[in-house]
């Protein structure tokens, strides 16, 4: 289920195939992204993603550790609005990264139409000479919440800010 122009690493492909998204060559991605079809949302930590990200790349960090991923997956869905963002793709660090992966299928399953990793990560997006920006980290979730667990100063649930960087 990759993009169909390029052969990707057989463990890379395995995993997509199972988790139910495709692949994307950086090339790819950044095509898509300039005409507005592709979101794309940077699962690094803020540190890495203010060094340097996909240019208009929402930041997502996900947890190093699959237990606290599991707590986080859920904020997806509501961040990204699947309805409005039929068309996503996560980043990593690199091909070694599970991260991108954990996020790609977590939103198959919660109902985004397509959902890619881009392939190699960040490693392979210089190495392919893309361009990136700079810049904070925006919040995503709530102030101060790592886990998905947050809530305003009245001890309500605060919802998070619905964001949609491209597919419509």
Known sequence: MGDGTREFPVG???QAD???YGLLAPDEAWRRIQTGALGVVDV???PHYEAGHVPGA???PLPPTWMARLLRRWWLHKVLCAAQ???VAFVCA???STRS???ARAAVVQ???VAYRIAGGMDAWHAAGLPVEFGPCGPCAPPGDEAGNASDRDGRDAAPRPVCSGGG
């Open 12 to 14: 890379l492909q395995r």
């Open 18 to 20: 199972a988790g139910g």
């Open 44 to 46: 690094r930590d803020a």
């Open 58 to 60: 929402l930041c997502f």
């Open 85 to 87: 963002c039929p068309s």
């Open 94 to 96: 690199g091909g070694t």
């Open 101 to 103: 992966d954990s996020a």
């Open 111 to 113: 109902g985004f139409a």
